[in-house]
């Protein structure tokens, strides 16, 4: 049974190691150089792979994405659709994207923008602390990832709504859903976390429209992909007052070219698409599950449907 | 029914605004400037009264702090001994520590000051994550404030302990206690906090034996009392490699001097003393409710025993 790394950006040794304890039986193999025959590989550990390049492997059993996100797969028309996809969800690469959206969050809520520029100036002086009950938390997406973030929001008092295709039931959370939820679920939050997928539904979902609706001064964090945001809309509402703040996770080009005016927007934190890393020896024993499932002759688990786009 | 509100530093109009609407019947009085005849006042609500200044009015039924330390009324030799003496308990209080120490333990734990430092040189590049639970926390002091933030460290996953002068019993956290629990609880601490109360067994905890005992590169988050630390010591604990870093709310001498050497340690960062901050429409209700319960002939809630200091 054999398993290809098929990466350009995460570390394969990790995975090695991970992989080879959780299932010995499995070969490792390593994109692009040590393939072996193509016709032996079983499985695709992959991340964004090369359009086409998975039609090489014609026994491949299932592809199991490196990330949560699927686009870098869907993107690719020559796909092979006849067998599973499985999208990744794990502890660690969950727990990660919340610590992301709660450092942020708390950021913004508790001025530390302000804060540490008052640091570079040895300036004592204290902001008003808000209640967090009157702080408006908006997340646009429930899935895995959003609504784990949700519900810590909650339960560190936040007053939380979120926004999703259809309507959710997470517990101290305002659910909004649908085109028609969208306008009122803006015109009520003053921070906006995105965690949407990319699909033909969301794609440059924060753009000038949509950004009308929030409140004046309101504050934008991305962490789902660069292609949800019109650049040229977000950096407009950045500069006419719409918006107070913005950190970024993900952009049109990764990485962001040195030279694109987000750098050194002073209103804008650029983090190198680092919101949640894959941390192998936590994933693995869910990748290691999914091709157990796959032998016994079951989907694995979070099979993508290709129609919703995750 | 008069109630004097003594505070250099916290804005009185808030207060006044918040306990109105609580107590219509209570008189406001501001000190210096309009406190009436001193007899009249039967409730003070002070931070950091000059020392012997409470002695002033006779029939005092209580002293409320606008703070939940009270080391600033404990260091009055001549404080009123005879009548309690409150701590304040507020949800917007432990709240705010909570996010002060939830933000600084996951801007250790997700590098983000050396995210940070490649923002300014336009640079992308990622540094592995660690899985939350093999992230050892470490809280020193476990009363209302700590036990909050340990619940919420608890469910983001963190292999969180607990040092306190009584053992603790706290789902999911390692309770030290006593002399002989602080070596061992500081050798498993990657992230140390500090959120003790300041007692004459407390002072000065943090000194070159104590901080002898943490692993190698360990941090330091204060947000208890600039008492608690032996600054020298701190300081060369951080030039010799035993602290990675530190994130200090709290200082011996506040507003911190301008030209103090934490302003400027590359490896510090300074915040004013704003880890939680009162805020009035909150605490105005805790506030009122302990009028009502002295007017009723109770005592008020978190009366100070000042022999353990809290």
């Not at 794990?90 to 913004?108: A, N």
């Not at 204290?126 to 959003?146: A, F, M, S, T, W």
Request: hydrophobic share 45%; glycine share 6%; charged share 25%.
């Amino acid at each position: 049974m054999k398993l290809l790394f098929l990466s350009a950006e995460d570390r394969a040794d990790p995975w090695r190691e991970a992989l080879a304890e959780e299932l010995p039986e499995l070969e490792f193999k390593l994109w692009p150089d040590d393939v072996g025959a193509p016709e032996d590989i079983d499985y695709a550990l992959v991340w964004k792979p090369p359009a086409g390049e998975l039609r090489n492997f014609p026994n491949l059993k299932a592809i199991l994405s490196l990330g949560a996100g699927i686009d870098h797969l869907a993107a690719d028309p020559e796909l092979p659709t006849h067998i599973p996809t499985s999208r990744l969800v794990d502890r660690c690469l969950t727990q990660g994207m919340t610590e992301y959206v709660l450092y942020w969050v708390i950021h913004y809520h508790r001025h530390m923008n302000a804060y540490a520029d008052m640091r570079v100036r040895h300036e004592w002086r204290h902001i008003p602390q808000v209640d967090p009950k009157r702080r408006r938390v908006g997340l646009l997406g429930l899935g895995e990832l959003g609504s784990d973030a949700a519900e810590k929001l909650v339960a560190l008092d936040y007053d939380v709504a979120g926004w999703s295709r259809t309507a959710k039931d997470i517990p101290g959370v305002t659910s909004f859903h649908g085109a028609d939820g969208l306008a009122p679920f803006l015109a009520r939050t003053d921070i906006l976390v995105c965690l949407l997928p990319m699909t033909d539904q969301t794609r440059a979902i924060i753009n000038k429209d949509n950004l009308a609706q929030l409140p004046e001064a309101a504050v934008f964090i991305n962490c789902a992909r660069g292609a949800h945001v019109v650049d040229d809309d977000l950096l407009a509402a950045l500069d006419n007052g719409r918006l107070s703040a913005a950190t970024l996770d993900v952009f049109h080009t990764e990485p962001l070219p040195a030279d694109h005016p987000y750098w050194s927007h002073p209103n804008v934190v650029v983090t190198p698409h680092m919101a949640s890393l894959t941390v192998a020896h936590s994933a693995a024993a869910y990748i290691a599950d999914n091709i157990r499932r796959v032998e016994r002759g079951e989907l694995p688990l979070n099979t993508v449907d290709f129609q919703t786009g995750y």
